[in-house]
Structure formats: C-alpha cells, structure tokens
Antibody
Framework: EVQLVQSGAEVKKPGESLKISCKGSGYSFTSYWIGWVRQMPGKGLEWMGIIYPGDSDTRYSPSFQGQVTISADKSISTAYLQWSSLKASDTAMYYC???????????WGQGTLVTVSS | DIQMTQSPSSLSASVGDRVTITCRASQGISNYLAWFQQKPGKAPKSLIYAASSLQSGVPSKFSGSGSGTDFTLTISSLQPEDFATYYCQQYNSYPHTFGQGTKVEIK
C-alpha cells in the first residue's frame, strides 16, 4: 500500500527556520516525483514544486522559487520542504503528494500545519 | 503560467441530483487534467486523471471529459458523502496550476 506520512504540526516565530518531512512507503521511492502543495487558511490549493528523489531533479513554481527549498534523502525515502526565514504569511497547511506514472498527483500525505506567529 | 478557471465557484444541490463542474484552461493542455475532492479538515483525494480516467478505487458515479481547454467533472447522482470542494489541476506544463475550487453544498 502506497503511503506518504508527513511530520507533525509546527508552531514557529517569524525569522525562524523550519524543515518538514514526507516519508514514502509501499512503492519505489526513487522512481516517482514527489510534489508539495500549499493551502492557506480557508483558501485553495497551490502547487509549490516537485522533486525526483532518484536524482534530486527539482522544479519550482515561480511563486515559490527562492522562498522554499525542496530536497530528498533517498536512503530513508523522505522528501523535505524547508524555509530559512519564516514569515507570518507562511502559515498554512502543507501537503506532499506522489506524482503517478502519468505525472498526475495520485497519493497524498495527511498534511502538516505550519503556524508562524510572534 | 496556465490559468485554470472553474465554474461555478459554489453550487447547492440535492441528494440524487446530477452535478456538473466546468474547468477552463487559459491555453491548450491536451488531456493533462486531473480532478480532486477535498472535505473539510482532510487532505485532497485524487478522483480523475488524464481528463477522463478514474483513479483506482473511485466510484463510477464520477466521470470526466474534455480536451484542449474545456473540461467537465460530472457526479451522476449526488450522495451525502459527495458534499465537498472540488479542484481541477493541469499538469501539461510547469507550474502545475490548480483551479480555485468549486464548493458543492447541500440544498
């Protein structure tokens, strides 16, 4: 069974750094792209970027390029989303999802809620 | 970026109704179109990919159609568990943009 399990909720202050994770199981982690999607409170879904864990090839949305870093450690089947300096506007739910064989998002993680507040 | 526009933004329907949601792309995307369902407090669920292919385990009351710039999601007979927000997404070119969502509410 394909599963993506994300790390737990985080409460941070503006300016702090953060790295959240997404661990894949039940499939060949290095053979499928993993994507990250943001959902701000009460809003819709926003595509942030994707990574291919096999070679760490990464694509970012222009809206998020330079704002976050997507990485992966294939040895532990885990993808990451990180910020070097959080802002209050980064408060959101963040989902990871696998891209299937036709590049569609097929399996989703449960989400990680990030709250940034002074 | 390709803009995805869904209509309507919300709708009220009754159990048993046939419901259609439309998604329009700002430029042609072939059939690289997916649909997702999201219930409050839950992660999105994948319903349809390649415009008309059902994701494994998704009931056949959901169907999708379209190609190029215009697409539809149809729910043949709305059930209580189908009240949710639905999103389309293009994956023809980066970034893989989403529509703004259509909230399906109980009449």
């Amino acid at each position: 069974e394909v599963q993506l399990v994300q790390s737990g909720a985080e409460v941070k202050k503006p300016g702090e750094s953060l790295k959240i994770s997404c661990k894949g199981s039940g499939y060949s982690f290095t053979s499928y792209w993993i994507g990250w999607v943001r959902q701000m409170p009460g809003k819709g879904l926003e595509w942030m970027g994707i990574i291919y864990p096999g070679d760490s090839d990464t694509r970012y949305s222009p809206s998020f390029q330079g704002q976050v870093t997507i990485s992966a450690d294939k040895s532990i089947s885990t993808a990451y989303l990180q910020w070097s300096s959080l802002k209050a506007s980064d408060t959101a739910m963040y989902y990871c999802a696998r891209l299937g064989s036709e590049e569609q998002l097929d399996y989703w993680g449960q989400g990680t809620l990030v709250t940034v507040s002074s | 970026d390709i803009q995805m526009t869904q209509s309507p933004s919300s709708l009220s329907a009754s159990v048993g109704d046939r419901v259609t949601i439309t998604c329009r792309a700002s430029q042609g995307i072939s059939n690289y179109l997916a649909w997702f369902q999201q219930k409050p407090g839950k992660a999105p669920k994948s319903l349809i990919y390649a415009a008309s292919s059902l994701q494994s385990g998704v009931p056949s009351k959901f169907s999708g159609s379209g190609s190029g710039t215009d697409f539809t999601l149809t729910i043949s007979s709305l059930q209580p568990e189908d009240f949710a927000t639905y999103y389309c997404q293009q994956y023809n070119s980066y970034p893989h943009t989403f529509g703004q969502g259509t909230k399906v509410e109980i009449k």
